[in-house]
Structure formats: structure tokens, C-alpha cells
Nanobody
Framework: QVQAVESGGGLVQAGGSLRLSCAAS????????MYWYRQVPGKQRERVAS???????DYSDSVRGRFTISRDNAMNMVYLQMNSLKPEDTAVYYC???????????????WGQGTQVTVSS
């Protein structure tokens, strides 16, 4: 069974950097777009960054210029490099991708369990 497994969260001071990783574990035939979301308690989940299978990227206004999304198609992984972190970046970060496990199954959404990022002032 395919799962999205995140790693790399933690505590960092404002101005610091963190790199999040997400691996699609298990046998998967193909992955199209991959995303990073974040959520603060009591607020809606926010899409932070996206990357297509061809490498085109997009970012929310709140992180553009500070965060970089990338992927390794051979390893079925997606990364989020976060620089110049601010206290308002504190959230649980989730990996999400649309994938297909076989030719006979439709594509479906996969979500990671979330990883906490805390930025202290």
C-alpha cells in the first residue's frame, strides 16, 4: 500500500532554514502533481507550494521567494526547502500527491501524516 511519509520538521529560530522531505513508499506506477500544505490549529489548510511532473512550480504569496519545492521522480520524492523562516511559518506541514498504483486503478490523493515546523522569534 502506498503511503506518503514526511520527515524534516523541527524547531528553528527565525531566519533559519529547514528542509522537508516526503517519500512515496510502496509500489506506485505514476505520480502527477505534488504539493506541500500547512495548517495552523483553528485555520484552514493552506497550499504552500506545488510542482508538476514536468517540474513547473507555484507558490503561495506568503512563501514565494523563501521556499523552494523540488522533486526526484526516480525516487518518488518531493522536498520543501524553507529559508528565512518566520514565526508565522509555524504550522503542521503536509505532503500531498496524486498517484496511480496500477493501470487498472484510478489516480487518487495521498496525504502524509504531517510534520511540525516551529519557528521561534
Amino acid at each position: 500500500q502506498v503511503q506518503a511519509v514526511e520527515s524534516g520538521g523541527g524547531l528553528v529560530q527565525a531566519g533559519g532554514s529547514l528542509r522537508l522531505s516526503c517519500a512515496a513508499s510502496g509500489r506506485i506506477l505514476s505520480i502527477s502533481a505534488m504539493y506541500w500544505y500547512r495548517q495552523v490549529p483553528g485555520k484552514q489548510r493552506e497550499r504552500v507550494a506545488s510542482i508538476t511532473s514536468g517540474g513547473s512550480t507555484d507558490y503561495s504569496d506568503s512563501v514565494r521567494g523563501r521556499f523552494t519545492i523540488s522533486r526526484d521522480n526516480a525516487m518518488n520524492m518531493v522536498y520543501l526547502q524553507m529559508n528565512s523562516l518566520k514565526p508565522e511559518d509555524t504550522a503542521v506541514y503536509y505532503c500531498n500527491f496524486l498517484g496511480r498504483e496500477s493501470m487498472w486503478q484510478p489516480s487518487r490523493d495521498y496525504w502524509g501524516q504531517g510534520t511540525q515546523v516551529t519557528v521561534s522569534s
